[in-house]
C-alpha cells in the first residue's frame, strides 16, 4: 500500500496550492479519504473527508469556503485544493485512507504559508 502526496510548497498569504494524493495497492473506490494536516507544536487534525464515491464531503470550520476535497476513481488521486491560503494554514499535510479498521496513511507534505 502506498499513499504519496505531493504539491507542498512555500506560498504567500492570499494564494493557492493544489495537493495530491496518489494512491496504489489497495481498491481506492472502496475507501474513504482525507486530508489531515498537523502544524508545528500542534496535534494533528481533520481538514476534510470524502466518502469512497466522490458523494459526501466534510470540513474542518476553519477551512470551509476555501478548501475543496476531490477524488478521481478511475485514476486513484485524491485532491485538496487550497484557496486563500493563511498563515494559519501552515502544517504538514497527511493523507489517509479508511475502510472499517484499516487505515493508510502518506508521508505528508510540508505547505508554508508565509510573506
Known amino acids: 500500500v502506498q499513499l504519496v502526496e505531493s504539491g507542498g510548497g512555500l506560498v504567500q498569504p492570499g494564494g493557492s496550492l493544489r495537493l495530491s494524493c496518489a494512491a496504489s495497492g489497495f481498491t481506492f473506490s472502496s475507501y474513504a479519504m482525507s486530508w489531515f494536516r498537523q502544524a508545528p507544536g500542534k496535534e494533528r487534525e481533520l481538514v476534510a473527508a470524502?466518502?469512497?464515491?466522490?458523494?459526501?464531503?466534510n470540513y474542518a470550520d476553519s477551512v470551509k469556503g476555501r478548501f475543496t476535497i476531490s477524488r478521481d476513481n478511475a485514476k486513484n488521486p485524491v485532491y485538496l485544493t487550497m484557496n486563500s491560503l493563511k498563515s494559519e494554514d501552515t502544517g504538514v499535510y497527511y493523507c489517509?485512507?479508511?475502510?472499517?479498521?484499516?487505515?493508510?496513511w502518506g508521508q505528508g507534505a510540508p505547505v508554508t504559508v508565509s510573506s
Open positions: 489517509k485512507a479508511y475502510r472499517l479498521i484499516y487505515s493508510y
Open positions: 470524502i466518502s469512497n464515491t466522490g458523494g459526501s464531503t
